[in-house]
């Protein structure tokens, strides 16, 4: 079992940055495939960004892309989301999942076994 908690989350100007993290306890870090969802008020929750435990090979949703940057700390047992030219669009309860250990990663909400409690983050126009 691994626990996830997520920080960083807070209000920011519209192209201001921001860098959520996400620390797990409970077991090493390192075989877990890594994503982050995000849901907005009255929206379903979407995909963000993944990074595969394997080769750290990542993928991004096309509406973020150029902008959010994925990335991993093994030995900090950590998962970074750096977000950059911040929209009033990206406003969002933001989510860390991982998957089961050595599991392919994927973009699929629904593959992803471990989900921290979520950090708030408002953009302001």
């Known amino acids: 079992q691994v626990q996830l908690v997520e920080s960083g989350g807070g209000l920011v100007q519209a192209g201001g940055s921001l860098r959520l993290s996400c620390t797990a306890s409970?077991?090493?870090?390192?075989?877990?495939?890594k994503g982050w969802f995000r849901q907005a008020p009255g929206k379903e929750r979407e995909f963000v960004a993944a990074?595969?435990?394997?080769?750290?090979?990542?993928y991004y949703a096309d509406s973020i892309k150029g902008r959010f940057t994925i990335s991993r700390d093994n030995a900090k047992n950590t998962v970074y989301l750096q977000m950059n030219s911040l929209k009033p669009e990206d406003t969002a309860v933001y989510y860390c999942?991982?998957?089961?250990?050595?599991?392919?990663?994927?973009?699929?909400?629904?593959?992803?076994?471990?989900w921290g409690p979520g950090t708030q983050v408002t953009v302001s126009s």
């Open positions: 999942a991982a998957t089961y250990p050595f599991t392919k990663v994927t973009t699929k909400e629904a593959t992803y076994d471990y």
């Open positions: 409970g077991r090493t870090f390192r075989s877990y495939s």
């Open positions: 990074i595969s435990w394997s080769n750290g090979s990542t």
